[in-house]
């Protein structure tokens, strides 16, 4: 038995695979300013035409271009590994498989979409990438990218961490991106808000205003924005992850896996391990999938399906999804990426049709699931994938108890070599759970007033 299920280069997926073609009721489009669904033209300066086109395309299998994959070869097809020491320690008949996404040289699964973007920009002739990053993964993915495509990239960075998380900064650095501190002097939006509040921490919303403005406002015409999760083509883009695991599993002579897991921030690392078994379950199969999030963050667990922006300036169209409101604060508990306020809308329709069963964790959970990981399979997560393992060994508990022998497949969407201070503060015991008070939601919410309504369409099979 292998530990480790690896796939040749050859055998890599040749096409992404679109949830949208295979929903049972259609994505509700997204809205302008003047709540009219918003015509691809509409994004043209923010986003290159070929990616707008992905975004809204209906096709079930779209080809990657063969340069993409020529550079996606340096780290895929990432392995399938069994967690059998966990497994043991456990004392579980479940089989645990989890796809690593760590392998690829920033550390997460965010260059597999990193990739693909600064590829169609390149393609368009688009000569810079703009983008925000809170901790800073996203903006070492995009970096990477447009190194190895020779793009030029510009990245805003959220204050506060640009001051206490310098590495990823650095990491940006020497991948040849300038990365600088949001707000900053350098766009209206930044200049503005410095006159107001000069010591503020920053935000994403802020640093995501900075980053379109940067783009829409070359007269050349030849900068544009990149978002790391949350759209359509981002999720395409992320599939690759699962449409692997489903030929490693089955080389591993897995004929069924039960139980299919990822965390959740945005939606991208989940809707890259889930959407291929999601199609799956909409053809007949029995699987159970489950998209984890913080209990302090709990968009898909307790917040409403409806319209909202993407950022908390209100740059962005209205989207349909689950959603704690643009204005929502996340308290500070360390899985950055998972702070975010709503979630991809392929991934909420998928939500609002019953073919997910979202769950919601605590932080020191998580952070013990990740040590009791650490010292039997060996490798530190990041805190976001802590969310998952911690899913996976509930389950593993369950088919324990129940002595039931599943597969369990969840997403490693990377590691936590750069995320230690979390661990030290955990093991410190100076963290603690932070489940979202009801009054703090119901303020949240308060966003969303005046905000068209998404209607909750669903077909109503699972
Ligand atoms: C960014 C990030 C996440 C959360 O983003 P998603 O779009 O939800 O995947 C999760 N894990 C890691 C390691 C990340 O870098």
Same mark, same amino acid.
């Given at each position: 038995?292998? *530990?480790?299920?690896?796939?040749?280069?050859?055998?890599?997926?040749?096409?992404?695979?679109?949830? $949208?073609?295979?929903?049972?009721?259609?994505?509700?489009?997204? &809205?302008?300013?003047?709540?009219?669904?918003?015509?691809?033209?509409?994004?043209?300066?923010?986003?290159?035409?070929?990616?707008?086109?992905?975004?809204?395309? /209906?096709?079930?299998?779209?080809?990657?271009?063969?340069?993409? #994959?020529?550079?996606?070869?340096?780290?895929?097809?990432?392995? %399938?590994?069994?967690?059998?020491?966990?497994?043991?320690?456990?004392?579980?008949?479940?089989?645990?498989?989890?796809?690593?996404?760590?392998?690829?040289?920033?550390?997460?699964?965010? =260059?597999?979409?990193?990739?693909?973007?600064?590829?169609?920009?390149?393609?368009?002739?688009?000569?810079?990438?703009?983008?925000?990053?809170?901790?800073?993964?996203?903006?070492?993915?995009?970096?990477?990218?447009?190194?190895?495509?020779?793009?030029?990239?510009?990245?805003?960075?959220?204050?506060?961490?640009?001051?206490?998380?310098?590495?990823?900064? &650095?990491?940006?650095?020497?991948?040849?991106?300038?990365?600088?501190?949001? =707000?900053?002097?350098?766009?209206?939006?930044?200049?503005?808000?410095?006159?107001?509040?000069?010591?503020?921490?920053?935000? #994403?919303?802020?640093?995501?205003?900075?980053?379109?403005?940067?783009?829409?406002?070359? $007269?050349?015409?030849?900068?544009?924005?990149? &978002?790391?999760?949350?759209?359509? !083509?981002?999720?395409? !883009?992320?599939?690759?992850?699962?449409?692997?695991?489903?030929?490693?599993?089955?080389? $591993?002579?897995?004929?069924?896996?039960?139980?299919?897991?990822?965390?959740?921030?945005?939606?991208?690392?989940?809707?890259?391990?889930?959407?291929?078994?999601?199609?799956?379950?909409?053809?007949?199969?029995?699987?159970?999938?489950?998209?984890?999030?913080?209990?302090?963050?709990?968009? %898909?667990?307790?917040?409403?399906?409806?319209?909202?922006?993407?950022?908390?300036?209100?740059?962005?169209?209205?989207?349909?999804?689950?959603?704690?409101? !643009?204005?929502?604060?996340?308290?500070?508990?360390?899985?950055?990426?998972?702070?975010? !306020?709503?979630?991809?809308?392929?991934?909420?329709?998928?939500?609002?049709?019953?073919?997910?069963?979202?769950?919601?964790?605590?932080? &020191? /959970?998580?952070? /013990?699931?990740? #040590?009791?990981?650490?010292?039997?399979?060996?490798?530190?997560?990041?805190?976001? *994938?802590?969310?998952?393992?911690?899913?996976?060994?509930?389950?593993?508990?369950?088919?324990?108890?129940?002595?039931?022998?599943?597969?369990?497949?969840?997403?490693?969407?990377?590691?936590?070599?750069?995320? #230690?201070?979390?661990?030290?503060?955990?093991?410190?015991?100076?963290?603690?759970?932070?489940?979202?008070?009801?009054?703090? %939601?119901?303020?949240?919410?308060?966003?969303?007033?005046?905000?068209?309504?998404?209607?909750?369409?669903?077909?109503?099979?699972?």
């Amino acid at each position: 038995m292998s *530990t480790k299920i690896l796939l040749d280069e050859d055998e890599i997926p040749r096409q992404w695979y679109n949830l $949208a073609a295979d929903l049972p009721t259609p994505m509700q489009p997204p &809205l302008g300013p003047d709540g009219n669904p918003i015509r691809p033209e509409d994004l043209a300066p923010v986003f290159p035409m070929n990616l707008i086109e992905q975004e809204v395309s /209906q096709e079930r299998w779209i080809d990657i271009p063969e340069e993409v #994959l020529e550079i996606l070869y340096r780290w895929r097809p990432s392995p %399938l590994r069994r967690a059998v020491h966990l497994e043991k320690f456990l004392g579980t008949p479940a089989r645990i498989y989890y796809k690593d996404e760590g392998v690829s040289p920033p550390g997460s699964h965010k =260059p597999n979409t990193a990739v693909a973007q600064a590829w169609y920009n390149k393609q368009f002739g688009i000569k810079k990438i703009t983008t925000e990053t809170g901790a800073g993964q996203w903006g070492s993915a995009l970096a990477f990218a447009c190194a190895l495509l020779g793009l030029e990239c510009k990245v805003y960075m959220v204050r506060i961490s640009f001051d206490q998380k310098p590495f990823r900064k &650095l990491m940006m650095n020497v991948w040849g991106a300038t990365c600088v501190a949001s =707000p900053s002097p350098e766009t209206q939006a930044g200049r503005d808000i410095l006159a107001k509040m000069p010591d503020t921490p920053g935000s #994403l919303g802020i640093a995501i205003s900075e980053a379109i403005e940067e783009a829409v406002s070359d $007269a050349s015409g030849q900068t544009r924005y990149a &978002l790391g999760s949350v759209l359509n !083509h981002v999720m395409l !883009h992320q599939t690759i992850i699962g449409l692997e695991a489903k030929k490693q599993l089955s080389k $591993a002579g897995e004929k069924k896996v039960d139980v299919v897991i990822g965390c959740a921030g945005g939606g991208s690392n989940f809707a890259g391990i889930a959407f291929p078994f999601v199609a799956d379950k909409i053809n007949g199969a029995q699987i159970e999938i489950y998209p984890v999030e913080p209990s302090s963050c709990p968009t %898909l667990t307790r917040a409403p399906f409806t319209y909202d922006h993407g950022d908390v300036a209100k740059m962005t169209p209205l989207l349909p999804m689950y959603t704690l409101g !643009h204005g929502f604060v996340s308290p500070p508990i360390h899985a950055g990426g998972l702070r975010y !306020h709503g979630i991809a809308p392929l991934v909420s329709q998928a939500a609002v049709e019953g073919l997910l069963t979202p769950k919601a964790y605590g932080q &020191l /959970q998580c952070y /013990q699931s990740a #040590l009791i990981w650490a010292k039997t399979e060996g490798f530190i997560p990041a805190p976001e *994938t802590s969310h998952a393992i911690a899913a996976a060994i509930d389950e593993a508990n369950k088919a324990k108890e129940e002595g039931k022998e599943k597969v369990i497949l969840f997403g490693w969407s990377g590691h936590g070599l750069m995320d #230690l201070m979390g661990y030290a503060n955990f093991m410190d015991g100076k963290l603690i759970d932070f489940p979202l008070p009801e009054e703090d %939601l119901k303020a949240s919410l308060k966003s969303l007033e005046g905000l068209p309504k998404a209607p909750v369409v669903k077909s109503g099979r699972w």
